[in-house]
């Protein structure tokens, strides 16, 4: 049974939620136009050094993402969101005082737990509220506005930097936090009662997690989210160096990326208007075959002739649109089919599914990532796999939805 649903409208409901989801994707993205001046500052003998103020954040996420939907569980959602948030928003007080690289990568580590926190209750408090289909509406919802986040973080904080310099990036990553937080204490009640909370301790830990893989959806589901965050990874890795490297088109590219970002929220929009039409499933199928096909295209092309001219640019920019039309069509539909048969463990569901998906998608990424060679070429296999992967879990997904009770 779903709990009381928020007496505020659906609009300012999916705007509360997307801020909240949006919090790791902000912190991640609105800074890397600082990394050459962090590195420049805190680490002049080693700048490289800078590339891991992303990974310490990140690991950090994951490790919040493990706890925090347990927590959720336990305590309640806006409690756990309380602690995230007052987590995130020391971390980027840290972060600003920072005089040293060392002390930097622990307060973006801090940061990284308390991120973890809105990020998780969210889809928790939407399952908490919502279930099926109208679920994955709203989930789809709160995903395009979560996704158009990388398209205009790196814009905003280039002007941030332009303006105040790169400490000030960190002073308006608390403001953001502390703004969340009263908004969200404000606005959203409660959405779990303390007759539904569950004690947090370890056997029942492991026993909710058994809930978790048992449900052979839920399994199917997480695969196929680990696959297209890893296409999503890949690309936010790999794109900035193929256009600087490839196409010579370094110091335009945060337009670019933006204007082709901006697809990411057009597709969630059709989706949040067709799912209840067609289904999560039929959506999903349809948005990982078109990228099965422009990416065979695009990887064809680079093959058979030197990569790197203007008709390649138009079509690897098709391509790369292609990418973001498929993500607006799959993860929110993924991330609904796998929470849908878990409301009885709303909170350690989101922690499994997006702790597994950020583990998995970060390790495939990175990989990718260092076969870096100065072409396009591994950022195409690695989405190649990364979709045929992604198309096995839907078909299997739609085997499932005709398969008799």
């Not at 408090?125 to 205009?152: C, H, K, N, Q, W």
């Not at 280039?158 to 790169?166: L, M, P, R, T």
């Not at 069509?329 to 922690?351: D, K, Q």
């Amino acid at each position: 049974m779903s709990a009381q649903r928020p007496a505020i409208s659906g609009i300012e409901f999916v705007a509360i939620m997307a801020v909240m989801t949006a919090t790791a994707a902000l912190s991640i993205d609105g800074m890397l136009p600082a990394l050459p001046d962090i590195g420049a500052a805190l680490s002049p003998d080693a700048p490289n050094k800078a590339q891991f103020v992303l990974s310490f954040f990140i690991w950090g996420l994951a490790l919040g993402t493990f706890v925090a939907g347990p927590i959720s569980d336990a305590m309640g959602r806006k409690i756990t969101s309380y602690l995230g948030l007052a987590l995130f928003c020391l971390g980027s007080i840290l972060s600003y005082l920072s005089t040293n690289i060392e002390l930097m990568f622990a307060a973006r580590f801090l940061q990284g737990i308390g991120a973890a926190a809105p990020r998780i209750v969210a889809q928790a408090i939407i399952r908490d509220f919502y279930s099926g289909r109208e679920m994955a509406r709203f989930t789809s919802l709160v995903m395009m506005i979560f996704a158009l986040v990388p398209s205009f973080a790196p814009l905003l904080g280039s002007f941030v930097i332009a303006g105040f310099g790169w400490r000030a990036v960190f002073a308006g990553f608390f403001l953001f936090g502390l703004l969340t937080l009263i908004w969200l204490a404000l606005r959203i009640p409660e959405s779990l009662p303390k007759d539904r909370r569950m004690k947090f301790t370890l056997s029942r830990l492991i026993n909710t997690l058994r809930d978790v893989f048992k449900v052979k959806t839920v399994r199917i589901s997480i695969v196929g989210l680990v696959a297209c965050y890893s296409i999503l990874f890949v690309t936010l890795i790999l794109v900035q160096p193929i256009f600087e490297h490839v196409f010579d088109r370094g110091d335009t590219f945060v337009f670019w990326f933006a204007a082709a970002s901006i697809f990411v929220g057009v597709s969630s929009i059709f989706n949040s208007s067709l799912v209840m039409r067609f289904g999560m499933r039929a959506l999903t199928f349809y948005a990982v075959m078109m990228l099965v096909a422009t990416t065979a295209i695009v990887l064809i092309n680079a093959l058979i002739h030197p990569f790197g001219d203007g008709f390649d640019f138009v079509l690897f920019y098709l391509w790369l649109m292609s990418i973001f039309v498929m993500i607006g069509f799959s993860i929110g539909n993924l991330t609904a089919l796998a929470m849908e048969p878990l409301g009885h463990i709303a909170g350690t569901a989101a922690s499994t599914v997006n702790a597994i998906a950020t583990f998995g998608s970060v390790i495939f990424s990175t990989i990718i990532g260092q076969q870096f060679d100065k072409t396009a070429l591994p950022m195409m296999v690695g989405v190649f796999g990364a979709t045929l992967v992604a198309l096995i879990c839907v078909l299997e997904l739609r085997k499932l939805e005709r398969a008799p009770a």
